[in-house]
């Protein structure tokens, strides 16, 4: 089946500094990638969609100077949280589709525990 | 804009008993809808979807789902709980006319007792 890989699996970083989050789709080619945020014993809250070789759309209320995100190649999708605070502590999880139907399922990474101390 | 919902925060099964998650769902066209579980710390794990056809759909781990389409719902399923079953269960849906966005429920405890 389609794996999709993530790392760091944790991070810890201190206030203000910036964290990057990689996320590879392992045996197949990623046409889009999302990103969510997850809190505890919460649902996922997509922050946003990237296409490869395009910018990124983000939801409403997900700051894109803040989380910037990159899909530089069709298995790579990066996200950089910027200048972290406490608040910025969640899990972070991402996703891809395989193939550009709606129907098609994604397929999720295992999710990276950012920690801001 | 699709919806989700899944009313019930945690379901409590002994092992052997079957097992059922509800999921209502809302859009605004013809559905897909998909079943994912997550286990702590982990990303979500696909377990089966609907896009047409047969209203009953299996998938992974033994799990099923009935679409029903004038109830507006997609329960999943399962004839004989696991204790390795206990994980949180998440119902998502995407409108076939809309945004192409996964909605997804608040998800629901799934807790097999021994």
């Known amino acids: 089946g389609a794996v999709v890989s993530q790392h760091p699996s944790w991070v810890i970083c201190k206030s203000g500094t910036s964290v990057k989050i990689e996320c590879r789709s392992l045996?197949?080619?990623?046409?889009?990638m999302f990103w969510y945020r997850q809190f505890p014993k919460q649902s996922l809250m997509l922050m946003a969609t990237?296409?490869?070789?395009?910018?990124?759309?983000?939801e409403q209320g997900v700051e894109k100077d803040k989380f910037l995100i990159n899909h530089a190649s069709l298995t790579l999708s990066t996200l950089t949280v910027t200048s972290a605070h406490p608040e910025d502590s969640s899990f972070y999880i991402c996703?891809?589709?395989?193939?550009?139907?709606?129907?098609?399922?994604?397929?999720f990474g295992p999710g990276t525990r950012l920690t801001v101390l | 804009a699709q919806s989700v919902a899944q009313p019930e925060d945690q379901v409590n099964v002994a092992e052997g008993n079957p097992l059922t998650v509800k999921c209502t769902y809302s859009?605004?066209?013809?559905?897909?809808l998909f079943w994912y579980v997550q286990y702590p710390n982990r990303g979500l794990q696909f377990l089966l979807k609907?896009?047409?056809?047969?209203?009953l759909v299996k998938g992974s781990y033994g799990f099923e789902a009935e679409f029903n389409k004038s109830q507006t719902s997609f329960h999943l399923k399962k004839p004989s709980a696991l204790v390795s079953d206990s994980a949180l269960y998440f119902c998502?849906?995407?409108?076939?006319?809309?945004?192409?966005?996964?909605?997804f429920g608040k998800g629901n405890q799934v807790v097999v007792i021994p």
């Open positions: 996703s891809a589709r395989v193939g550009g139907l709606a129907y098609n399922e994604q397929f």
């Open positions: 045996d197949f080619q990623a046409t889009t």
């Open positions: 990237s296409n490869e070789g395009s910018k990124a759309t983000y």
């Open positions: 859009v605004s066209g013809n559905p897909y």
């Open positions: 609907y896009i047409t056809g047969d209203n």
């Open positions: 998502a849906v995407r409108d076939m006319n809309g945004n192409n966005r996964l909605a």
